[in-house]
């Protein structure tokens, strides 16, 4: 079936970076569009940007322009978001969700990977 | 800016019952735009039904979808207790998608 199955939990303090990774599974990788949210405790859901994965070509929401990358390896199947510039603002859980339609960017989403706590704390 | 606007903020009902909720649109939306999700605590969000009234995959036919304009709602026609949990609608179809607050069911 159609999964998404993301990187364990993480501890950062400020200022460092914390890189999550998502594989994708029971579908063609490269015909969809994966998307990074968060949501903060107790917050809705905010998105960071998109990567499509048969070019690698990403689109970043401008609040995180100048510190987010996203990256595709279609060896393994994986996107990879990585944060820098960590603040406590960024204890959140982060989700990968992929795009409901093929080939098109609805920002629409469906399935979710199961989320990644981060906690930003000295 | 489009806002979408949730009613009611919560539900207090029991399983059997029937749930309604609304999702209201700042401006005219169309309707093929209209997704509505289920987040239940510690889980990520669902996708429950895209375009208004199509049921995503393994979405049983106790959930439907209906609206147009300005106006929308999500029914559980009969609750199980799998079924309390925070619903939100969408907007999506561009970058400048938006989530409703999301209405608990408890």
């Known amino acids: 079936q159609v999964q998404l199955v993301q990187s364990g939990a993480e501890v950062k303090k400020p200022g460092a970076s914390v890189k999550i990774s998502c594989k994708a599974s029971?579908?063609?990788?490269?015909?969809?569009?994966l998307h990074w949210l968060r949501q903060a405790p107790g917050q809705g859901l905010e998105w960071m940007g998109t990567?499509?994965?048969?070019?690698?070509?990403?689109t970043y929401t401008q609040r995180f322009q100048d510190r987010v990358t996203m990256t595709v390896d279609t060896s393994t199947n994986t996107v990879s978001m990585e944060l820098n510039g960590l603040t406590s603002d960024d204890t959140a859980v982060y989700y990968c969700?992929?795009?409901?339609?093929?080939?098109?960017?609805?920002?629409?989403?469906?399935?979710w990977g199961q989320g990644t706590r981060v906690t930003v704390s000295s | 800016e489009l806002v979408l606007t949730q009613s009611p903020g919560a539900l207090s009902l029991s399983p059997g019952d029937r749930a309604t909720l609304s999702c209201g649109a700042s401006?005219?939306?169309?309707?093929?735009?209209v997704a509505w999700y289920q987040q239940k605590a510690g889980q990520p969000p669902r996708l429950l039904m895209s375009?208004?009234?199509n049921r995503a995959t393994g979405i049983p036919d106790r959930f439907s979808g209906s609206g147009s304009g300005t106006d929308f709602t999500l029914i559980i026609s009969r609750l199980e207790p799998d079924d309390f949990a925070v619903y939100f609608c969408?907007?999506?179809?561009?970058?400048?998608?938006?989530f409703g607050p999301g209405t608990r069911v408890d």
């Open positions: 969700a992929r795009d409901v339609k093929s080939q098109l960017l609805l920002f629409c989403f469906d399935p």
């Open positions: 029971g579908y063609p990788f490269s015909d969809y569009f």
């Open positions: 990567v499509n994965c048969r070019n690698n070509r990403t």
């Open positions: 401006e005219t939306i169309s309707n093929t735009f």
């Open positions: 375009g208004t009234s």
């Open positions: 969408q907007h999506y179809g561009g970058p400048q998608f938006t």
